[in-house]
């Protein structure tokens, strides 16, 4: 509605609701939103609405968006709801200037980047809804990336058999199964450090185990224990490869508790994001532009995170971050209590895409 009250407007795109469910979703409308200065090329900016639960130790109301010396505060403000605004307030700018120009803005606003992007960004260009020449996703203001990890995420249901548990030789323990996977993975993690990627920014690849549940009651044998990992894939590793290298991982400690099994399930495989020349074209553009904005030098890096730029560069779309927040995530508090914006890195942001904007379509 805001969109619509400057003028804009906004296409409402409902995914499929089998496709959605499919995701782990209830339900998903992406947002695209069209302004044609002339003819030349389609850049998109995308940015996603959604965001992780808050969590605890937060100061101040999470969905608040209370504004403290400068600083607006609540979840998903820097990670990646800023850019909705970084993104439709540059393109205004522009539409509002009269400046002869040349090609086609684009906003992608989608909400489902947490969990993997599949039915956003996926989506919309699987379905060719957009067809953009080059894109920018959501970033930060002091930095342009051009690369970063993938992903996996495979969910591990260790299974036994229950028994009562003053008689547990009778039965199966999953949960002793599990905790021997859980050691053997865990010593795998410990062989990632050596692993460094040669891409600025990005580090060794990492892995977590985030989620487990299991068990029946205090007094039964337990018979299922399942668990969620994640392990971060650099620049450089084959996604296929690694997911063969961890279920091998676990196979073999399974392989020295013969009596339980597992079944091991894909849950998410995100590719790495690996910057080709058409993004180092669009990212030298940016860098200029953020460096005299922010009176400092602005260089292109890679992160550790995975983002839904990634799926952009898998349709053939040259593709880089830039956006709204600080130098680093860890000072904005993403995806922790009191997240946080500096609201002037905002205006930084705004003006720098704008400017990109003018020089890309001139």
């Not at 508090?333 to 379509?361: F, M, P, Q």
Request: with cysteine; aromatic share 6%.
């Amino acid at each position: 509605m805001l969109l619509e009250a400057l003028g804009y407007e906004v296409e409402r795109h409902p995914v499929p609701a089998d496709r959605v469910k499919a995701a782990g979703m209830i339900s998903v409308t992406n947002l695209i939103i069209r302004h044609r200065f002339g003819d030349g090329p389609v850049i998109a900016l995308n940015a996603h609405g959604d965001v992780v639960p808050p969590g605890e130790g937060w100061t101040k109301d999470p969905y608040g968006a209370e504004v403290v010396s400068g600083r607006m505060y609540g979840r998903g403000v820097a990670v990646s709801k800023s850019d909705f605004s970084t993104y439709a307030f540059a393109l205004d700018a522009l539409k509002r200037s009269g400046l002869k120009l040349n090609g086609t803005v684009e906003l992608h606003f989608t909400y489902d980047e947490e969990i993997g992007g599949e039915v956003g960004p996926g989506w919309i260009l699987e379905q060719g809804l957009t067809k953009p020449d080059l894109a920018v996703s959501a970033g930060f203001s002091y930095a342009v990336v051009v690369a970063h990890n993938g992903c996996l995420h495979l969910e591990v249901e260790v299974i036994g058999k229950s028994a009562h548990a003053a008689l547990p030789f009778t039965g199966i323990d999953a949960l002793e199964a599990a905790t021997h996977v859980l050691t053997a993975l865990y010593a795998y993690r410990d062989t990632l450090k050596d692993r460094v990627s040669e891409v600025k920014g990005i580090g060794a690849p990492q892995l977590t185990v985030g989620l487990i549940s299991g068990g029946i009651n205090t007094n039964v044998v337990p018979d299922r224990v399942t668990f969620r990992l994640d392990r971060r894939i650099v620049p450089g590793e084959s996604p296929e490869a690694v997911e063969a290298e961890v279920r091998q991982v676990i196979a073999a400690a399974l392989a020295e508790r013969p009596k339980a099994r597992a079944e091991v399930r894909r849950i998410l495989i995100a590719r790495p994001l690996v910057p080709g020349e058409g993004a180092k074209t669009l990212a030298a553009v940016i860098c200029r532009n953020a460096s005299a904005v922010t009176g400092e030098e602005v260089q292109e890096t890679g992160v550790p995170l995975y983002t839904d730029a990634r799926l952009y560069a898998e349709a053939g779309v040259p593709v880089v971050l830039y956006g709204a927040g600080p130098h680093t995530i860890e000072e904005a508090n993403g995806h922790r209590a009191d997240e946080n914006l500096l609201l002037s890195d905002l205006d930084t942001a705004t003006l720098v895409i704008a400017l990109s904007l003018r020089e890309l379509l001139a």
